[in-house]
T-cell receptor, first 115, second 119 residues
């Protein structure tokens, strides 16, 4: 069973730039969620994708956007990067239907540094 | 709004001691799920347990045990005979059922408790 994989593992960007983070979900999972974890904090929910559509969003501005592909992999895009976007970005996958959902399984994350 | 409070920021114990990590939550939902995750230095969040709001039975898994008390909105985690490998950040989390009907979509995490187990 292949787990959740994220790429790249580390990334350094300059303020104002754009970044794309990628996530391959665990085999058999159809739902992907993205979280931002600032240093010393708990993860914060960004959004979730289910059946290729956004299924819920946290308190993040529109410059945070995402996609889910037919193979259930996902991308997180952040435009106009700000210094406060520096964080560990975690992707989690799960199997979901309208009635049941398996626990979230997380990847190792992408460490984004904005200078 | 949902909230999870882990009042213990850091805990330091000596190997073989028992340690309890506290978690208090707040929600208006009648159906919800509670979770514990472990985050070692590698960064990955490792799933430990989930609990349905209707199931208040305590659970034991090896050296780990969980005490869910709905009356006090608490979901505490105890490690018995701690080991150095237990050193990590532990997060308690609460789920919210999203409009699409899939639960667990949005987890609200506590701030985490840093556990250090010394040899």
């Amino acid at each position: 069973e292949t787990g959740v994989t994220q790429s790249p593992t580390h990334l350094i960007k300059t303020r104002g730039q754009q970044v794309t983070l990628r996530c391959s979900s665990q085999s058999g999972h159809n739902t992907v969620s993205w979280y931002q974890q600032a240093l010393g904090q708990g993860p914060q929910f960004i959004f979730q994708y289910y059946r290729e559509e956004e299924n819920g969003r946290g308190n993040f501005p529109p410059r945070f956007s995402g996609l889910q592909f037919p193979n259930y992999s996902s991308e997180l895009n952040v435009n106009a990067l700000e210094l406060d976007d520096s964080a560990l970005y975690l992707c989690a996958s799960s199997f979901g239907t309208t009635r049941i959902n398996s626990p979230l399984h997380f990847g190792n994350g992408t460490r984004l540094t904005v200078t | 709004a949902q909230k999870v409070t882990q009042a213990q920021t850091e805990i330091s114990v000596v190997e073989k001691e028992d340690v309890t990590l506290d978690c208090v939550y707040k929600t208006r939902d009648t159906t919800y799920y509670l979770f514990w995750y472990k985050q070692p230095p590698s960064g990955e969040l490792v799933f430990l347990i989930r609990r349905n709001s209707f199931d208040e039975q305590n659970e034991i898994s090896g050296r780990y045990s969980w005490n869910f008390q709905k009356s006090t909105s608490s979901f505490n985690f105890t490690i018995t005979a701690s080991q150095v490998v237990d050193s990590a950040v532990y997060f308690c989390a609460l789920s919210e059922v999203l409009a699409g009907g899939t639960s667990y979509g949005k987890l609200t995490f506590g701030q985490g408790t840093i556990l250090t187990v010394h040899p």
